[in-house]
């Protein structure tokens, strides 16, 4: 019996909040994080006869990032009623668009491990509005709504089933995210529910055309759960149809407590929607002049970034990547380098101690160092009163102060000995103390050479400069200077 390798099949929808100060179709507030139901109007609230108004900055960030993403925008889109009852949903139907959507057939450049780069289709990039929110649990068997986040401005992003790992998954949303946040149109921030995914996985046969019947899950809120159910999920559906089973299309979850996906419902059709167009609000039309003047007013994405690091700053794929994961790090990283001429170390810096300092919560992150007290530390490096190791715990004092690098090597004392006659005297004082080491060095063991250096090391406070200190240890032990 031969046995049938599968294959995953991994489609992504993303809903991302758009930054907007007010909802999509009314003047509400649309940040987080109010008193439930403060920032709420009869519009989003969804009274009877209140009317909703397009927010027309939501309109220029759809457009932003559909642009980002390689889309056609339609100069004539048109807004849909998608129709379900949901406590957080008074109306009874969620203002989306269906098939005259905003922006349509873009793509995004994956890069993979080996450093190559996978391009994965985008369908549709369409505007609606969010939910409310039902919080459970407040006491036993009552349920709240609080409707701050009802018309707060999504846009849906929905990817062909162009993925064919879990980790490949996780890498689309990392650059998805980053090409939304480099264009400014949406935070970043996966734990307030900026940026929300549904991963809907398949499996077939290798080398068949035809996808297989798909789970969708549900809303996973960080890059590594959507690695780990997607694994789970593929594992699973692979294990069933192995063993002559079918897999249903349900809509499941993900419980990281129990590290596997539940079945939450039924999926449904979009025919159980009911959509049909807005009728509160007329067609979108846009002109060319608008959305030309759109395009002209974008930054360099991620993907043109990493090209020009890796061809003109001579910098490895590995590191442009996790540079370009986040604008912050990404101009931090230009203006460094920029500024002392050496992107290689820069780059190595931003990579490293200054990427583990960052804590990327979205667009409101914080960088650890400014570019003046890198630059302050880079020219302690030139000029030697640095060595390697010691930069590093000059970097360790100088995160997330308001200290120079020069400042604290005064406080420490930490600069290198490179004077030749200090360190002598060092090198003096330990062969008085080890005559015994000394007499076998000479005997023949130059294997205590080492021993030796790491004496002066000690005596010096780890100052002495390498270079020098092997210059004349080496004279001292050998006796070439007595
Ligand atoms: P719906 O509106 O019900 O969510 P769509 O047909 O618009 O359904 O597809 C939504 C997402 O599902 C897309 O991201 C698409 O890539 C993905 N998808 C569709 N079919 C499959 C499949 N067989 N396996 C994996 N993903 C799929
Ligand atoms: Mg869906
Ligand atoms: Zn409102």
Redesign the pocket.
Known sequence: MTTIEYEP?????VHAQLRTRTKVFCRCPASFGAAPNTHVCPTCLGLPGALPALNGEAVRMAVRAGLALGCTIRLRSRFARKNYFYPDLPKGYQISQYDEPLCENGSLDVPQPDGSVRTVRI?RAHMEEDAGKNLHGASPGVSLVDLNRAGVPLLEI????DIRSASEAAEYLRQLRAALMFVGVNDGNLEAGSFRC?A???VRPRGRET????V?IKNVNSFRFVQKAIEWEVAHQIATVSAGGRVEQVTKTWDDVEGRCNVLRK?E??DDYRYFPEPDLPPLVLSSDFIEGVRASLPALPAARRARYVAELGLTDGDAKVITEHPKLSEFFEALAARTGDAKRAANWVCNAVKTGFASDGLDATLPVTVDQMAGLFARLDDGTLSGKLAKEVYAQLAHTADTADAIIERNGWKVVTDAGAIEAACREVLDANARQLAAYRAGKKGLAGYFKGEVMKRTGGRADPKVLDAVLTALLDGAKE
């Open positions: 099949v991994i489609g992504l929808e369908q929905v990817g062909h089933p549904d809907n996985v398949s996808f297989g019947t798909r969708e999926k059709g979009s």
